[in-house]
């Protein structure tokens, strides 16, 4: 590593989201990512060791423990912290990331950014059924970062990063939105009426005090099918499903009843379920068709942020389907077979392996 690069330490690296985010970081050239994972043996961690050289370095360790975090802080000079809802589960996200901030601030980081998600509960006007633990829980200590930063007397800058559901998911397994072929049509069965989600493309990974949310469009499934059906040469379809036809045969069906979170105590009241918690999620975008609903995105402001970016469901499954072929995976129609579909999900790879 040389010594004038700036060293960022990152929480979340080995996610689906934060892999893109070093890998920007490492073409830039300018970085050396110090990256926090508790398997530095794992397939994922070796694909970044191969990917970054001496660009690359590792502590091994969780994020829920004070001693492993500020060794992690230590002679950095920024930070991206994206931690693993789907681990922890609400509650205990809530408490580490802010640990993780404080220990930022104490250690000297002059930059943090943290991995966000629309705080849907707030924004629907606290109507219940719209409460989604996963996102609401990273929502609250994005808004508290934002507070903390005004008042730290400028010794550390920060931004949030709000995302959605990644394009990704639509193709992948163990997903909400994990598609089937049936009688030769790919097909979603989500309960998304006429709605639209806000996804986000892994690969598009104005700055301190700023909230970017993110998104390639809101993208409705009657549109991704058309979408597929025009790249692959394939039939696709959605079908509109009720919310208890999803939750006894959709892709989550099988887990309806266990924690959100899966080191969280399923005895702690605080703690929902996964029909809980996607009931909610399917309703934030069932009630967010056409940018003029619950959760909304200001697709100037990232045109003139990133105007190269996709900016549709035709335009990434398009890229999506060469960098399958390039890759030696096969086109988006071979990917979506039964036994061929694969995990983008750090926990559905895991098959929800590992603790805090």
């Not at 991206?80 to 980081?109: C, H, P």
């Not at 959605?238 to 266990?258: H, K, Q, V």
């Not at 072929?325 to 790879?349: F, N």
Request: charged share 25%; proline share 4%.
């Amino acid at each position: 590593m040389s010594d004038h690069k700036t060293k960022i330490f990152i929480i979340g690296g080995t996610g689906a989201q934060g892999i893109p985010v070093i890998t920007g970081l490492l073409t830039d050239k300018k970085y050396h990512c110090k990256i926090l994972t508790r398997d530095p043996n794992s397939p994922r961690a070796k694909q970044l060791a191969a990917l970054g050289g001496l660009d690359i370095s590792f502590i091994q360790g969780t994020f829920a423990d004070e001693q492993t975090l500020k060794a992690g802080f230590e002679s950095c000079d920024g930070a991206f912290v994206n931690i693993d809802g789907f681990n922890t589960g609400e509650k205990t996200e809530m408490f580490w990331a802010i640990r993780a901030y404080e220990l930022a601030l104490e250690s000297g980081v002059k930059f943090f950014v943290y991995g966000n998600l629309d705080y849907v509960y707030k924004k629907s006007g606290y109507d219940p059924k719209f409460r989604t633990g996963h996102y609401d829980g990273k929502g609250r200590i994005g808004e508290w970062i934002l507070q903390q930063t005004q008042q730290n007397g400028g010794r550390m800058g920060a931004a949030l990063f709000t995302t959605g559901p990644y394009m990704e998911m639509t193709i992948a397994k163990g997903t909400p939105m994990t598609p089937t072929v049936e009688e030769g049509v790919v097909t979603w069965r989500v309960p998304l009426g006429q709605g639209a989600v806000v996804h986000v493309s892994l690969q598009d990974s104005k700055a301190n005090g700023m909230d970017l949310e993110v998104a390639i469009a809101h993208i409705d499934y009657a549109e991704m099918a058309t979408a597929f059906e025009k790249v692959t040469g394939h039939p696709a379809r959605y079908i509109d499903t009720d919310l208890e036809t999803y939750w006894s045969s959709g892709p989550l069906s099988r887990n309806a009843d266990a924690p959100a979170g899966y080191s969280a105590d399923p005895t702690d009241k605080s703690t929902m379920t996964m029909r809980q918690n996607f009931t909610g999620f399917w309703n934030m975008w069932k009630y967010s068709g056409k940018n003029a609903g619950v959760v909304k995105r200001d697709y100037e402001l990232l045109d003139e942020i990133y105007p190269d970016r996709i900016k549709s469901a035709e335009e990434w499954f398009r890229r999506e389907d060469q960098r399958g072929r390039e890759l030696g995976l096969g086109g988006l129609w071979e990917r979506v077979q039964k036994d061929s579909i694969k995990p983008v999900l750090k926990i559905a790879e895991d098959g929800r392996r590992g603790r805090l």
